[in-house]
């Protein structure tokens, strides 16, 4: 596995959660939170990647339980289309179903409300997405 750090990203409708790697691919950490529909999306993403410096990307797939893609899954491709737009770094789609339920869940069982913890909450996907893309890095 490449040495270099690790971006994911939770895109959601509203807000996309963003979590990076140390370089060595062991610690995944929440980056920020940021709002989807912000005219300077593309510019804050940009300045992240500058501090960054990701050898790899990964945006979350939510696919349907039953594995097809749905409309969020249609959104999140069309994200990473993006952001293949302004970078070099490949951008890789990473199965997603159930994360942000998951992370949610983390967050209410540590006493978080959750409704109060959206950002948290969507932080908290990136990591899980970047953890877990990381872990099939690993194995191949």
């Known amino acids: 596995m490449q040495r270099g750090r690790r971006i994911a990203f939770d895109y959601g409708d ?3 959660g963003v979590a990076a790697s140390d370089a060595d691919s062991i610690i995944c950490s929440p980056i920020t939170t940021l709002k989807a529909t912000d005219k300077t ?11 960054i410096e990701p050898v790899q990307i990964f945006v979350g797939k939510p696919a349907l339980l039953s594995g097809e893609d749905g409309l969020a899954a249609q959104k999140a491709l069309q994200f990473a289309e993006l952001l ?4 070099d770094v490949e951008v890789l789609m990473i199965d997603e179903r159930l994360s942000t339920v998951s992370a949610a869940r983390n967050l209410r069982d540590s006493g978080k409300n959750a409704k109060e913890s959206k950002g948290s909450i969507d932080m908290a996907a990136a990591v899980g997405i ?11």
């Open 14 to 16: 509203v807000r996309i």
């Open 41 to 51: 999306l593309l510019k804050s993403i940009a300045e992240i990647f500058l501090e």
């Open 84 to 87: 293949r737009e302004i970078t």
């Open 130 to 140: 970047l953890e877990f893309a990381i872990d099939l890095e690993k194995r191949k």
